[in-house]
């Protein structure tokens, strides 16, 4: 999943007001797509026709008003064809007033988004860093192939003089005065070694010593909180080895699925208290339990009725994302007992 860069106050600009609410729609659809479909800011032009279903909005304006939008005839606009013309004009119309507002730029096989790449990251350049990411990857995974494959050992010692030569490396190295035999090396005085950083190194905000591997749900969801907190108007932190960390100890130490991982960043960075208190991803997995309890607190019985009800709720199940996340988590582990079993 990607993410588009857009300022909270974007709406409050004289051009987004000229275009009206649904130029603000189009052309933030059109943001969208461009990003994810890796055009640096192009938009076809019968793309551009389809991202908004117009017939859906007058079909719904109609109804609303009980039929009553006329055509110019002052006749009642209520069957399928004149709503039909009256998406058309309405979409054109629409588009229009993007490319007079210079939102949108005419180009001759469709549209540009103004100053796109003043913003987003181009196509080239997440090419590069998906390629970095996997070359990254591949890197771990051959370093992590050889320290874990232990050279042959010989079955006899060796006929030749190979053998005087080992024992000739032993008495020529240090040797300890007492016992004559070699002197061991000096003991790390970083007790956060590769293994008892899988045994002790589970306190929030603890460095790693040696790079991580490279996985895809820890990346996905140290991306989505810095998203979400650069979106709330913060400075957008940085993904650093503490971070990752703390998301993988998160995931596999604290059992949590990257589903519950991703729901909690979503509540906690909707919430207005909550969002000033989670800055970094050490601070979420210390505070998980609180943000748990507190979101279930809400649901069972202190979140107002009505479309307003809490940050991720969904009026037709009568819960949030957080919820339905704990709930798919649940089924998985039960799916797996019974298989265990």
């Not at 090419?127 to 370093?143: G, I, T, V």
Request: proline share 7%.
């Amino acid at each position: 999943m990607a993410w588009v860069r857009l300022s909270d106050d974007f709406y409050d600009h004289p051009k987004f007001q000229r275009v009206g609410a649904l130029g603000v729609a189009l052309w933030a659809e059109g943001l969208a797509w461009s990003n994810r479909n890796l055009t640096d800011g192009r938009i076809p032009r019968n793309v551009a026709r389809r991202l908004i279903d117009f017939e859906d909005v007058v079909d719904m304006v109609a109804a609303t008003l009980g039929n009553a939008v006329t055509n110019g005839g002052g006749n009642p606009a209520g069957n399928s064809e004149n709503h039909a013309v009256a998406a058309s004009a309405l979409r054109q119309s629409t588009i229009t007033g993007l490319v007079d507002a210079k939102l949108w730029l005419e180009a001759p096989d469709g549209y540009v988004i103004h100053d796109y790449l003043d913003y987003q990251k181009s196509a080239e350049q997440i090419h590069a860093e998906r390629d970095k990411n996997a070359a990254r990857q591949r890197a771990f995974k051959e370093r992590r192939k050889r320290t874990s494959t232990p050279p042959p050992r010989p079955d006899s010692a060796p006929a030749d003089d190979s053998g005087n030569e080992a024992s000739n490396a032993t008495s020529n190295a240090v040797t300890d005065t007492d016992t004559h035999g070699p002197v061991t090396d000096a003991p790390n005085p970083n007790p956060n070694t590769s293994l008892s950083y899988e045994r002790e190194g589970d306190s929030p905000g603890s460095e790693i010593p040696d790079d991580p591997p490279t996985r895809d749900d820890i990346e996905q969801a140290c991306t989505a909180l810095a998203d979400a907190i650069e979106a709330n108007g913060s400075k957008r932190p940085t993904v650093s080895k503490t971070w990752r960390r703390e998301a993988r100890l998160l995931i596999d130490k604290d059992g949590r699925t990257l589903d519950q991982v991703l729901a909690a960043i979503a509540w906690c960075q909707a919430d207005t208290f909550w969002r000033g208190n989670v800055l970094s991803m050490p601070k979420l997995r210390e505070k998980y339990d609180q943000l748990r309890l507190a979101a279930q607190r809400e649901q069972q019985g202190q979140r107002p009725a009505g479309p307003a009800a809490g940050p991720g709720y969904d009026p037709a199940s009568g819960t949030d994302l957080f919820d339905r996340a704990m709930e798919r988590a649940k089924a998985r582990d039960a799916v797996a007992e019974g298989g265990a079993s």
